[in-house]
């Protein structure tokens, strides 16, 4: 599973280059009834929609683009794990540090988000030039990852993904 959920953190990168519509106008973003969950989407950011949500791989539940292309945020739901968030946090680290050649950790620690506490891992990629976070939340029956990918120097676009991930209900 620890695989499966650095394999989509990577995956979360890829996506940084589809074409991403908006066509709810909504601010508050919806999970399915068999994922249920919510963030709250600012203003400048667009949603992907479901056929768009369909075509990516590692079947993420929603996907959140800045307008002009200055951050992302994949939300992905995995079956619940009995790990405690300290021990998923060595675990991610590990692997991201070993999956992601330019890894850089920047902190982890557990944040309390609406849905509860949750980890937050915190990194930089130094040759993509990114700043990552990759937030677990265990909430409603589900282990939910959201992955935030922000180019370096965008603190506006970086405020704003963090305020998407802060705001995660379940």
Do not use: C
């Amino acid at each position: 599973m620890l695989a499966v959920l650095v394999a989509l953190a990577v995956a979360a990168a890829a996506v940084w280059y589809f074409a991403i519509r908006d066509d709810n106008e909504s601010a508050t973003v919806h999970g399915s009834g068999t994922a249920p969950f919510s963030v709250i989407r600012p203003s400048g950011w667009e949603s992907l929609s479901e056929e768009e949500l369909s075509a990516l791989p590692g079947s993420p539940v929603a996907v959140l683009r800045e307008s002009d292309g200055n951050g992302i945020v994949v939300i992905n739901v995995e079956p619940p794990s009995k790990a405690s968030l300290a021990q998923l946090s060595k675990q991610l680290q590990a692997k991201l540090s070993e999956q992601i050649p330019d890894f850089e950790l920047v902190k982890a620690h557990t944040v309390q988000v609406r849905a509860g506490p949750a980890l937050s891992i915190s990194y930089a990629r130094t040759q993509k030039g990114t700043a990552n976070t990759l937030l677990v939340v265990p909430a409603a029956g589900h282990l939910y990852t959201l992955n935030a990918v922000v180019p370096a120097g965008q603190e506006g676009a970086a405020k704003e993904a963090g305020s998407i991930l802060s705001s995660f209900d379940a």
